[in-house]
Nanobody, 114 residues
Framework: QVQLVESGGGLVQPGGSLRLSCAASGISFSLYAMGWYRQAPGQQRELVARITRGGSTNYADSVKGRFTISRDNAKNTMYLQMNSLKPEDTAVYYC????????WGQGTQVTVSS
């Protein structure tokens, strides 16, 4: 049974930081490309950042220079370090694992507000 469990979301003031984690089980984690997506109310889900199994990364223009994606294959965990957070970063953040199939986590809420 595949499980992706996100954690680390919460309420933070503008300019603050959060670190999201996505713990995977039931898959050969190192074979999977991993990604973070987000969905704000009334909007489509969008790609935030992706990391290949080889460690190559790409980011949405809106988060470049502020967010950093990483993975620890020994811990079957992916991370998203989010700095200089803005109110427009408010969304539910989802992790995705892709290889022969695509799997999604249940999401974690990030709210940036003063």
């Amino acid at each position: 049974q595949v499980q992706l469990v996100e954690s680390g979301g919460g309420l933070v003031q503008p300019g603050g930081s959060l670190r999201l984690s996505c713990a995977a089980s039931g898959i050969s984690f190192s074979l999977y490309a991993m990604g973070w997506y987000r969905q704000a109310p009334g909007q489509q889900r969008e790609l935030v950042a992706r990391i290949t199994r080889g460690g190559s990364t790409n980011y949405a223009d809106s988060v470049k220079g502020r967010f950093t994606i990483s993975r620890d294959n020994a811990k079957n965990t992916m991370y998203l370090q989010m700095n200089s957070l803005k109110p427009e970063d408010t969304a539910v953040y989802y992790c995705q694992a892709t290889f022969t199939n695509a799997y999604w986590g249940q999401g974690t809420q990030v709210t940036v507000s003063s």
